[in-house]
Nanobody
Framework: QLVESGGGSVQAGGSLRLSCAAS????????MGWFRQAPGKEREGVAA???????TYTYSVMGRFTISKDNVENTLYLQMNSLKPEDTAMYYC???????????????WGQGTQVTVS
């Protein structure tokens, strides 16, 4: 089970930190990802981190977002800085035992947390 938290409303230029608590899935053995979906748009991969800690980002968030994970707490994070209105979306956490990076074919998904930037 994956449970996201940390979403909210923020002004442009602000920051948010998303968390994804995993139960029954060891993040140390999984590739973990953050995806987002805005109304009327397809779900897109934002950032992913493999079991070794190597991160991948979509171009639009490079230098602004940082993905990380805590293997002891079994939690995934997404630090989002310099937020823009175009970052507004529902953000989802995902996990898989295969290294899927930003592909959307993850097996395990959370319910999402809303991020609104005005």
């Amino acid at each position: 089970q994956l449970v996201e938290s940390g979403g909210g409303s923020v002004q442009a230029g602000g920051s948010l930190r998303l968390s994804c608590a995993a139960s029954g899935l060891p993040v140390s053995r999984c590739c973990m990802g953050w995806f987002r979906q805005a109304p009327g748009k397809e779900r897109e991969g934002v950032a992913a981190i493999d079991k070794f800690g190597s991160a991948t980002y979509t171009y639009s968030v490079m230098g602004r977002f940082t993905i990380s994970k805590d293997n002891v707490e079994n939690t995934l994070y997404l630090q989002m800085n310099s937020l823009k209105p175009e970052d507004t979306a529902m953000y989802y956490c995902a996990a898989d035992f295969y290294n899927l990076q930003l592909a959307r074919s993850y097996n395990y998904w959370g319910q999402g947390t809303q991020v609104t930037v005005s």
